[in-house]
DNA sequence: CTGGAGCGTAAGATT
DNA sequence: TACGCTCCAG
């Protein structure tokens, strides 16, 4: 892909820095400085005290929060392993680390605190787990071991798991973790819904059970970080020695826990730099609290503010589009970026319409191939969606017209069933405390274990209070068992999880792993499957094989797995990256596409109905992240109609549109093969204003764009003055002519199928579908029947 | 205990 | 529409 993080102007120059980290005596301006612009060198040279540095999208942020980390070291206020540094992802933490690395050689190596907050998290709780009640070789479950083992605990107490399911347990925890609160700090009442108000009770339970199985979900990590502070003030001090200088990245999407985890270690140096852009905050979902960042002056007395406002990113318009939408936003800070770069020959943000998905798709793959045409690689192109549902047409779409594609944060590999099998067997090898684990793969493949035998294993554990694996060891030699058949398959598994381990020592991990698919029968049974899946899933478990390699021990390669979300699969080849909206923050493309900019779909729905204006907000500020993602050439697009849960539904254009400032967007009319829709989807206008002399005067003033705008229908919060025209008068000028069909009349769509004619307007026809209700189409859809 | 049929509900993002 | 889960029969 390409380079994927912020380019500022001035290129690095790794040499001198280098040479100055290795203890020669600092320059009065040092070269990596002096080329930054006057924001930038503040940034970098406050380095005492707490500092929050605003960066706008692409003003050089990550290049910012590199130098400084060079800076530091150059000057020698500190060591690598004093300097703290995080970041929310972990691709985020390897481009740091990869750039730091080229500013000052290997002595990046020595930077042993730069990494994600869980990370991190983890490093210092294995070192100190007896004190907050686990052991160092504690597991990290995932999402799914998390719902799994709260499922286990809602039917312990007797709990209709139907009315109130582990997923949503699961989400309430979650939110009490983020915000750093254990079972005894919940205020009362709080989440008193779930359960009738028994939803602290089941938390306390959980925790309980995961102290039990010698576990964290991802959520303890800092969790437990907190405790251990807050109980160990002799921990905590050790921790203020060894950090000089704390950074942190992304700041804005920091949530309560990772919030008080900050202020904690940096009560003692105080000298915490934080870097993020509250524009920018678009995980609020998951407990982030742009608060931290509109505050930051009030935690931190004494605070120095920084604003990064020069772009080095973008065009003028691009950067004129997305600065005038975000300014819808209330509660923001309130940067104006600004660019030097000024191109007359710039284009504006286009806006475009399709009439349904696969029309969008089949258009954008069109606009690819003219731009791959005219010598534009696809490694700088993007689609970028709000919904990962929306990249199923672009794959369709792609994969039929050979189009190259990429798409960057899809299923991940490890949350495939074949890998989580596999390391499951692996953890009951690692970890025989792990009961989740065993219980995933007790009969996978078959063994003639079935539920009833696995819960009577469980309820003998739990009532023993013992691993499950002692547990089976104890049941196997009573009668307990009724069955023979499922007590010898328990005892071979029992025996072959021990033949297993004790080769722990002798043999290397990969090959070991290799064995326990051999022996366990697991490997065979995706050989015997016949489905089509089944090669591509041998392929993966080889490939899990393979990926242990790199690593020292089994319990590396666990952890690894269970923290680093993201497979890197950086391949060379040229393709077009398809991605969601979230995962793009902190890329750049030179094009970049924004499809689905529906109301319903962005905005999301959900958003505004579990958030309101904040999630409103967040909307925005997610559409600011799309459009600042360009460089050169940002297109937005909308379809009329699209197909949600099977079911078509047609669209109104998002409000974000009317939220663009006219002068920076010029709007497309569709004139493509299959009959070019209009904004709306009221049908090929023919003339156009592209038939006028002057292209850019008021594109607000076309046919589609007015019908956009009619369509919308119901006042919005920031509606712009733009021309409004009724419907019909708007239709009967665009036709000229009535329609041919009759109230009443059997028609058929091509979308909708079958159904009959209930209103007329000019060209325009409320049909009312057999399958799919009642829809407003546009007559030259239809045909007699 | 296993496999298949039928029903219901969900399709936002991440460590 | 698509998948996951429950229920039921063998």
């Keep these: 892909m390409t380079a994927p993080f912020d380019s500022s102007a001035p290129a690095p120059r790794p040499g001198g820095i280098a040479a100055r980290a290795l203890g020669r005596a600092a320059a009065p301006t040092p070269d990596y400085v002096a080329r930054l612009n006057p924001e930038q060198r503040m940034a970098v040279e406050t380095t005492e005290g707490p500092v929050l540095v605003l960066a706008g999208a692409g003003t050089g942020k990550t290049r910012v929060l590199t130098t400084r980390i060079a800076h530091l070291l150059a000057t020698q206020k500190a060591y690598p392993s004093q300097i703290l540094a995080v970041t929310f992802t972990n691709k985020a933490a390897r481009e740091m680390r990869h750039r730091i690395g080229d500013l000052i050689g290997p002595s990046v190596e020595g930077m042993n605190w730069l990494g994600t907050f869980h990370s991190i998290g983890v490093k210092i709780l294995r070192r100190h787990a007896e004190l907050v009640g686990l052991r160092s070789d504690f597991t990290i479950l995932d999402t799914d071991d998390q719902i799994r083992l709260m499922k286990q605990v809602i039917q312990a107490e007797n709990i209709d798991e139907k009315r109130w399911p582990a997923r949503q347990l699961a989400n309430l925890i979650d939110s009490w973790k983020n915000r750093g609160l254990t079972p005894e700090d919940v205020p009362p009442g709080d989440g008193g819904s779930f359960a009738d108000g028994r939803g602290v009770k089941l938390y306390k339970a959980y925790q309980a059970r995961?102290?039990?199985?010698?576990?964290?979900?991802?959520?303890?990590?800092?969790?437990?970080?907190?405790?251990?502070?807050?109980?160990?003030p002799d921990v905590l001090r050790d921790y203020h020695q060894r950090f000089h200088y704390m950074l942190v990245d992304e700041y804005q999407d920091t949530n309560v826990a990772q919030y008080l985890w900050l202020r904690l270690l940096a009560q003692g140096r105080k000298n915490i730099c934080c870097v993020g852009d509250d524009d920018q905050s678009i995980y609020g979902w998951r407990g982030a609290e742009v608060d931290n960042i509109l505050r930051f002056e009030k935690d931190f007395p004494g605070a120095v503010v920084i604003k990064l406002e020069r772009n080095y990113r973008s065009t003028s318009h691009i950067l004129g589009a997305a600065s005038h939408l975000i300014t819808h936003n209330e509660g923001r800070l309130g940067k104006t970026l600004f660019t030097d770069a000024v191109d007359p020959n710039a284009a504006r943000v286009r806006v475009a319409s399709a009439w349904d998905s696969e029309e969008e798709a089949r258009a954008i793959g069109e606009e690819i191939e003219a731009l791959q045409r005219k010598g534009h690689r696809l490694n700088d192109m993007?689609?970028?969606?709000?919904?990962?549902?929306?990249?199923?047409?672009?794959?369709?779409?792609?994969?039929?017209?050979?189009?190259?594609?990429?798409?960057?944060?899809?299923?991940?590999?490890?949350?495939r069933q074949e890998i989580r099998d596999a390391l499951a067997y692996l953890r009951v090898v690692a970890q025989p405390a792990?009961?989740?684990?065993?219980?995933?793969?007790?009969?996978?493949?078959?063994?003639?274990?079935?539920?009833?035998?696995?819960?009577?294993?469980?309820?003998?554990?739990?009532?023993?209070?013992?691993?499950?694996?002692?547990?089976?060891?104890?049941?196997?030699?009573?009668?307990?068992?009724?069955?023979?058949?499922?007590?010898?398959?328990?005892?071979?598994?029992?025996?072959?999880?021990g033949r297993w381990r004790s080769r722990l020592d002798d043999m290397k991990h990969g090959e070991l792993a290799e064995m326990i698919l051999e022996e366990s029968g697991y490997t065979d049974m995706w050989q015997q499957d016949r489905s089509a899946d089944a090669p591509g899933r041998l392929e993966n478990l080889k490939e899990l094989v393979r990926s242990m390699e790199a690593f020292e021990s089994l319990g590396g390669f666990l952890e690894h797995i269970a923290l680093v979300m993201d497979t890197d699969n950086t391949e060379n080849q040229d393709a077009v990256s398809i991605m969601t909206l979230h995962s793009a923050k902190g890329l750049e493309f030179e094009t970049v596409f924004l499809p689905g900019w529906e109301e319903g779909l962005f905005p999301h729905q959900r958003s505004l109905d579990e958030s309101g204006r904040a999630g409103l907000e967040e909307e925005r500020r997610l559409a600011y992240v799309g459009i600042t993602r360009a460089k050169q050439r940002a297109m937005i697009w909308f379809s009329s109609n699209r197909r949600i849960h099977g079911l078509w539904q047609s669209n109104v254009p998002s409000r974000f549109l009317d939220e663009l400032p006219e002068k920076h967007v010029e709007v497309i009319e569709q004139t493509s093969s299959y009959g070019g829709y209009n904004v709306g989807g009221v049908g090929n206008?023919?003339?156009?204003?592209?038939?006028?002399?002057?292209?850019?005067?008021?594109?607000?003033?076309?046919?589609?764009?007015?019908?956009?705008?009619?369509?919308?229908?119901?006042?919005?919060?920031?509606?712009?003055?733009?021309?409004?025209?009724?419907?019909?008068?708007?239709?009967?000028?665009?036709?000229?002519?009535?329609?041919?069909?009759?109230?009443?009349?059997r028609v058929f769509h091509q979308k909708f199928g079958y159904g009959a004619v209930i209103e007329i307007e000019g060209n325009k026809l409320t049909v009312d579908f057999e399958k799919a209700g009642s829809k407003k189409v546009v007559d030259s859809f239809v045909t007699k029947h």
């Excluded at 684990?437 to 493949?445: C, D, K, L, Q, T």
């Design 210 to 232: 995961l102290k039990t199985l010698n576990a964290c979900d991802f959520g303890d990590l800092l969790l437990e970080n907190l405790r251990l502070f807050r109980e160990h």
């Design 382 to 415: 993007a689609i970028l969606v709000r919904a990962s549902f929306q990249m199923r047409s672009f794959e369709e779409r792609f994969v039929s017209i050979g189009l190259n594609y990429r798409v960057i944060g899809g299923p991940r590999f490890y949350e």
């Design 434 to 497: 792990d009961d989740l684990a065993f219980e995933r793969i007790v009969n996978v493949p078959k063994r003639g274990i079935g539920e009833t035998t696995v819960r009577l294993l469980h309820d003998h554990a739990r009532a023993r209070d013992i691993p499950i694996i002692e547990a089976t060891d104890e049941l196997i030699q009573t009668e307990e068992i009724k069955s023979t058949k499922t007590r010898t398959a328990l005892r071979d598994l029992l025996a072959s999880f």
């Design 685 to 745: 206008y023919g003339a156009s204003r592209f038939d006028r002399a002057d292209p850019f005067t008021n594109t607000y003033s076309t046919p589609g764009w007015q019908r956009a705008q009619a369509n919308k229908g119901s006042a919005q919060a920031h509606a712009r003055a733009v021309p409004r025209q009724i419907e019909g008068e708007l239709v009967a000028k665009s036709t000229g002519s009535a329609s041919k069909y009759k109230l009443g009349e």
